[in-house]
């Protein structure tokens, strides 16, 4: 059987009011295929959710820092010393923003040059680049956001297509064209409809976006204060009466099959709160 790749969102929430209250979770998401266990965005949370999800982050190969902000980057480190066995062991891949791994005029380096020198392979990752991890062809695409520097990723997997993550960044010219052809889009939308915010997108640019890609599937994430008081759900609904693409907004837990279909499942603490949109 051809592996598929399973898609976990152990946090959907982004932003520092969803943070520091913890309204939604923000560890980021998980992803495993054969060849392949990456943590994308490990935020506050990361470690923690892993564990109590039931995966073993020692068993990760690959983590992936989109950009400087502690909602995408706080718990890098300890994962990093998961991922090398207690700093025992040079393995895997860190690949992240420039900002994330030298600093810039708005932030000190996110991980520690001792841990940055741990894995196998480090990679500074600038939009169009490409690299392989795992077995999959990844392309680094541009985000305009806080950070000039932010970068979200594309993912090629062998067999079923792409998927890829946009990572914070605002609705720009020419976005669209990063994301082609992808089959499952999954977006940070920090803000409902009409509460726009420079750096980020709202639900108006989501359907800019999925009107200018038609993937197969798009998940909305990363949610913000005012996004999770207008409820996600909500809004994922407009966007799929707006574009006619299922459009769904992920909840803490949330695990999707990405294969030769693209099926979701709640996980098990997030049943609840999914049965309420299905
Ligand atoms: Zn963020
Ligand atoms: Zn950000």
Redesign the pocket.
Known sequence: MIPRVEIIFLGTG??RFATITQKRRTAGIRIISEGLNLHL?P?PGALVYSISEGLDPQKLNAIFVS?C?P??YTDAEVLIEAMTRGITKKRGVLAAAKSVLSGSDLCEPSISKYHQQMPQQKIEAMPNMKFQVGGFNVSVTEARHTDPDSVGFRFETRDFGVFAYT??TEYFEGIGKYYEDVRLLML?I?RPAGKPWKGHMTTNDAIKIIEETRPEYAVLT?FGMQMIFKGPASEAKIIKEKTGIPTIAAVDGMRINFGETISVQAGRKAQEGLNKFF
Do not use: K, Q, R
Request: glycine share 24%; hydrophobic share 10%; proline share 0%.
């Open positions: 982004g932003g965005d935020g950009h902000h909602d995408h990572s914070d940070c920090m990363h």
